[in-house]
């Protein structure tokens, strides 16, 4: 039964429901959108990429299904939403204050660093952003949705593939070159980054003919020694050394040219 009221996210991929087993266990679901083999390719990926993952940070599968009409992914229930959502709609029962942030942005780079070069082999998340880190019931976060993750044999350094990603958190190199490496995933954490210290989107609308890109920006107000205008009142309490080292380590992810 798939009710619009259990909905708990949609996406390019598909529709995300939330279910029982009859365990009692709260699941997730993901049932593609439409069938066709590019939707399937995209759910059997997601199965075999995730079924090498075992990392505390990263959403588990629990189980597919993937011979009825439309393919299932079943999914542990995390049940406090995406990242973005505590960023940029904060609730009254969770406040974002510095060390939660710090905590989180800790704990997504040590999934990444995981996926990078402790999986068994390396792989490449490709759409790294704060919409695809949910927080569990402890406010712990868990790296999801690996439909466009690629496992890289351990002697290639690079993929080429057609660019896909979400604007405001692609790697220009990857946009410029076609070719992904680790240090694409790591440009867009260092825009998570960012989102986390100044509590701004990637890309804001300042009118109705402008944008404004969050990247730019920052390195812009970096560069002037202007950094503590643009940080979110919850970040300027924390400790201005940590504060700091936070924002050199954004400014070294977003670094061009995949140094």
Not at 28 to 36: E, G, H, R, S, W
Not at 63 to 76: F, I, K, N, R, S
């Amino acid at each position: 039964h798939y009710n619009d009221n259990r909905i708990l996210g949609q996406g390019g991929q598909g529709t995300v429901y939330k279910g029982m087993l009859q365990d009692g266990r709260i699941v997730a679901v993901k049932k593609a959108t439409m069938v066709d083999e590019g939707q399937v390719e995209q759910f059997i990926n997601e199965v075999v990429i995730l079924s090498q993952i075992n990392h505390r940070n990263v959403v588990k599968l629990l189980g597919c299904c993937l011979e009825t009409e439309v393919p299932l992914l079943v999914y542990e229930f995390i049940s406090n939403g995406t990242l973005f959502y505590h960023i940029h709609d904060p609730t009254e029962e969770f406040v974002m204050s510095w060390d939660n942030r710090l905590r989180i942005a800790t704990e997504v780079a040590g999934a990444l660093a995981y996926l990078h070069s402790a999986a068994s082999i390396p792989i490449y998340h490709r759409d790294v952003k704060s919409t695809n880190i949910l927080l569990d019931d402890k406010h712990r976060s868990k790296v999801s949705d690996f439909g466009t993750a690629r496992s890289v044999s351990i002697d290639k350094t690079h993929l080429t593939t057609i660019v896909q990603g979400t604007l405001g958190y692609l790697d220009p190199e990857y946009f410029q070159t076609s070719q992904f490496t680790d240090k694409s995933d790591v440009y867009s954490f260092g825009v998570v980054l960012v989102e986390l210290l100044t509590g701004e989107k990637p890309i804001s609308l300042i009118n109705s003919q402008e944008r404004r890109n969050l990247v730019t920006h920052f390195i812009q107000l970096t560069k002037e020694n202007r950094i503590f205008e643009i940080l979110d009142d919850q970040v300027v309490e924390g400790r201005k050394e940590e504060i700091e080292a936070v924002v050199n380590i954004a400014k070294r992810c977003l670094n061009f040219n995949g140094k």
